[in-house]
């Protein structure tokens, strides 16, 4: 059975209850046990939210498992250097998701500073982004 951390970053806390019309209104509780029931079988899946970039980069440089992450950094997408090098020293193969479209938002968003040292980004298709990115680590081997 493969190992999986499913990493948010700040405000993702709120998903379900802040701006509905983007993110929805499933929580960030709900999703997990979503997340749990339909992967039961084939992947375990460890959950960690943080509101704070320091708290975010410690927990990346605590990982033991080497399977997979999945990571929604949220807006520290588009600021945090610091965040993606801990994500590249951990040496463990990360799917960035956003649950939003990056590109259709505002222009700041369109950058992401933890694209480029993920082996791929899902943007824009809800909470599913997470199911296709656990989906996606399992289809690695």
Known sequence: MKHFYVINGPNLNL???????????TTL????????QEFTNSAQLEFFQNNHEG??????QSLTQKDGIVINPGALSHTSIAL???LVASQIPAIEVHISN???REQFRHHSYIS????GSIFGLGINGY???????????
């Open 102 to 104: 990056i590109f259709k």
């Open 116 to 119: 480029s040292v993920c082996i």
């Open 84 to 86: 993606r090098d801990a």
């Open 55 to 60: 708290n975010l980069i410690d927990y990346l």
């Open 131 to 141: 199911k296709l990115a656990v989906q996606a680590l399992l289809m690695r081997g």
């Open 29 to 36: 509780s709900q999703l997990a046990e979503q997340l749990r």
């Open 15 to 25: 998903t379900g209850n802040r701006e509905t019309h983007i993110y929805g209104t």
